[in-house]
């Protein structure tokens, strides 16, 4: 099997659940679903845009411990809580990925795991 590296953000989940925030095999590198929790609380409460952007620059920090960037995203999926939000989430995103455009899901879900979580965002990229 080829060598597996991995990423570790500290969220508590990680421990309990048994996941790495971001996995590297070969070149390619693979985000577990982030959201905007710094240390215990979640950061902008009641902002879907501030959520995305803390998303993806979490993203971006995992990225940058293998070597990548954000122009080595090839997919995202997005999951918010209220599709009608979809206007300010796509704001941040484009603000990442205007020329970048990889391929990308928008799914609107019930709930995720703390009520205050607006938005989880997977993504994949290629070195």
Known sequence: ?????????????????????AVKVGNNIYISGTTSVIGDKIDGVDDPFKQTKIILEKIKTALNHFGADMEHIVRLRIYSTNVTQFDEIALACREYFKDLRPAQTFVGVNALVVKEMLVEIEAEAVL
Do not use: A, L, N
């Open 1 to 21: 099997m080829t060598p597996r590296e991995k990423f570790s953000s500290g969220t508590i989940w990680e421990e309990q659940v048994g996941y790495s925030r």
